[in-house]
């Protein structure tokens, strides 16, 4: 009898443990324990020798590295819902699958959203912070101390409305800030109706009429510096960003130049142009408190990043099977 040889899987981040024990038992999977992030060459040494490449946010799959991966490449099951660091159309070109996680972290990513649109007009860090370093002995209560500003009755202007966009606005409907979205398309009429959302065809005239903008679009070329200079100088001087897509969707050199000048009141950022590295000048405008800093740490649940697993999983062993993954970005 002949045992069919399993797939060489390379995962390039330590995953959960129940989602790497799982990966064992159906594959031949090549982990990475004690989760150092894999250099280029790494990268290139695996791409030459597995049969499915498990990438995450933050390995660069570029065009480059695949052109380096052998003829046995044939899936690269992305542990990300976001996957804008894996070239598709490259992997496509080569006849490489390419598959993501999406759905699973919606509504964890909902949350901090929502965690953001509250911390950074109601001080939340700040007042955080001054607490811990008082030691216990701070001054207490009075009227006039640690003001920041009302959320309810607020407008929220929600970029992109798509499961993650959407997740937001039925927590901030609940918080009684009215919603207003761009998008590529109007969402369904019924969706509309119970969010009582406003649509703007127009971006422009949505960032100058609302107080806080969320920005829930993905990263794409199309949405490079969608929230451009010219588009942050429309915004009202109340008002605050709060960014949990990706860092390049918004010119991030004139964000901190905005806040800095009072021309956006403050943001709430959990992603950065330059990931991992933060600009300096956001992380001075950090300790003014004048944003609110997270290290791309939206998704972080234990339960989504098991479901994350467990979609990887899924779609490997379907594409092994001979199926088309569920989750299949291209092509
Ligand atoms: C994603 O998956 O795109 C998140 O940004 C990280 O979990």
């Known amino acids: 009898m002949t045992t069919k040889k399993k797939p060489l899987v390379y995962i390039t981040r330590k995953l959960p443990d129940i989602v790497e024990t799982r990966m064992r038992e159906l594959f031949d999977a090549e982990l990475n324990i004690d989760d150092t992030p894999r250099s280029r060459d790494e990268l290139i040494a695996a791409v030459k020798r597995a049969d499915v490449l498990v990438p995450t946010v933050t390995d660069r799959i570029d065009a480059g590295l695949i052109e380096e991966a052998g003829p046995q490449l044939k899936l690269i099951a992305s542990f990300s819902n976001g996957i804008d660091h894996v070239d598709v159309e490259a992997a496509a070109k080569k006849g490489i699958t390419v598959t993501n996680t999406p759905n699973v972290l919606t509504e964890d990513t909902a949350d901090m959203t929502m965690a953001l649109i509250l911390a950074v007009p109601r001080r939340l860090a700040e007042g955080a912070?001054?607490?811990?370093?008082?030691?216990?002995?701070?001054?207490?209560w009075s009227p006039t101390?640690?003001?920041?500003?009302?959320?309810?009755?607020?407008?929220?202007?929600?970029?992109?409305?798509?499961?993650?966009?959407?997740?937001?606005?039925?927590?901030?409907?609940?918080?009684?800030?009215?919603?207003?979205?761009?998008?590529?398309?109007?969402?369904?009429?019924?969706?509309?109706?119970?969010?009582?959302?406003?649509?703007?065809?127009?971006?422009d005239q949505m960032l100058a009429?609302?107080?806080?903008?969320?920005?829930?679009?993905?990263?794409?070329?199309?949405?490079?510096?969608?929230?451009?200079?010219?588009r942050l100088a429309l915004m009202q001087p109340t008002s605050y960003l709060v960014n949990t897509a990706r860092g390049g969707v918004v010119d991030e050199t004139t964000l901190i130049k905005c806040i800095r000048e009072g021309k956006i009141a403050g943001a709430g950022l959990d992603v950065f142009e330059n990931e991992p590295l933060?600009?300096?000048?956001?992380?001075?405008?950090?300790?003014?408190?004048?944003?609110?800093?997270?290290?791309?740490m939206s998704s972080a649940t234990i339960e989504s990043r098991i479901d994350m697993g467990e979609k990887v999983i899924i779609n490997i062993k379907t594409y092994i099977d001979g199926h088309r993954p569920p989750d299949r970005v291209l092509p």
Not at 278 to 296: C, D, G, I, R, T
């Open 129 to 140: 912070r001054v607490l811990t370093d008082s030691k216990g002995d701070w001054e207490g």
């Open 278 to 296: 933060v600009n300096p000048k956001l992380l001075k405008l950090a300790h003014e408190n004048k944003v609110v800093l997270l290290p791309h």
């Open 209 to 230: 009429r609302v107080d806080i903008v969320s920005i829930n679009c993905p990263s794409t070329p199309a949405t490079y510096h969608l929230v451009s200079a010219r």
């Open 145 to 203: 101390w640690m003001l920041g500003h009302r959320i309810w009755g607020k407008r929220l202007g929600i970029i992109g409305m798509g499961r993650i966009g959407t997740a937001v606005a039925r927590r901030a409907k609940a918080f009684g800030l009215s919603i207003h979205y761009h998008n590529r398309h109007r969402v369904n009429p019924q969706t509309e109706a119970q969010l009582e959302a406003t649509y703007w065809d127009s971006l």
